[in-house]
């Protein structure tokens, strides 16, 4: 597999992460120099869910991003298609084989998600919409699954906009990163491919697009720290 320039077989990427499934959120913390915590807070107060709403958390992995809509009080889904990182979350929130104590685990592909429709108030998607073989499907899919009026927020890696910084970030990833996760007992091929894959991703204007060609509106996003990642938002049309 040449990672991010191949066609991204599920397949393969979910057997990717599986490998990576028991350091993860630990090897993320160190090469985020912890701003991966405040990239989560960030996407909680976007959705905004309260009580008795219903979120769904695309790409959650172990569920750590999942907490952050739990503790506001809403009901959440933890939605990934690797079953290793499923496990591991199911085990770290001290759940049985399908759910956690009130986070349920579901395994489920981004191209056809295993909801109903116009079931949940808001959707979301961490660092893993770059994962998925059809981005505007995905898209399309999460709409499918959203009420009228429904939110969408999605955190994605993006491009740098302070100019020379962006040179040290694109040396950072794609020489450095992938020695630091090998340090910590990563797979480091998981390294090289998210270190691909956020070099060929398309900017924060592109992305915007698509998300609208996909059938949502009021599209805008926002950078954080520096545009190493963005979070955009939308709504289904109600």
Not at 60 to 89: Q, V
Not at 204 to 230: C, D, H, P, S
């Amino acid at each position: 597999m040449t990672r991010a320039q191949l066609d991204k077989r599920p397949d393969e990427v979910a057997a990717m992460f599986d490998r990576t499934a028991r350091r993860y959120d630990l090897v993320n913390d160190v090469i985020s120099l912890g701003q991966v915590r405040a990239w989560r807070k960030a996407v909680a107060r976007a959705v905004d869910a309260g009580p008795g709403e219903l979120v769904l958390d695309l790409g959650a992995g172990t569920g750590t991003s999942t907490d952050a809509f739990t503790t506001l009080g809403a009901r959440a889904i933890a939605s990934d298609f690797s079953l290793g990182m499923l496990r591991t979350g199911v085990r770290r929130h001290g759940g049985n084989a399908l759910s956690g104590p009130g986070v349920p685990f579901i395994a489920g592909d981004a191209l056809r998600l295993p909801f109903a429709d116009n079931v949940f108030d808001a959707v979301t998607i961490s660092v893993a919409l770059r994962n998925v073989h059809d981005t505007g499907q995905a898209l399309r899919e999460m709409l499918r699954v959203a009420k009228p009026g429904g939110r969408l927020v999605i955190l994605e890696f993006s491009h740098v906009t302070v100019p020379g910084f962006d040179l040290i970030y694109r040396e950072y990833l794609m020489r450095l990163l992938p020695k630091v996760a090998k340090v910590f007992g990563s797979n480091d091929d998981s390294y090289e491919y998210l270190a691909e894959s956020i070099r060929d991703w398309p900017d924060q204007r592109t992305l915007a697009r698509t998300i609208q060609e996909a059938g949502w509106e009021r599209v805008a996003w926002r950078n954080l720290t520096m545009g190493i990642v963005a979070m955009h938002r939308g709504f289904k049309p109600a």
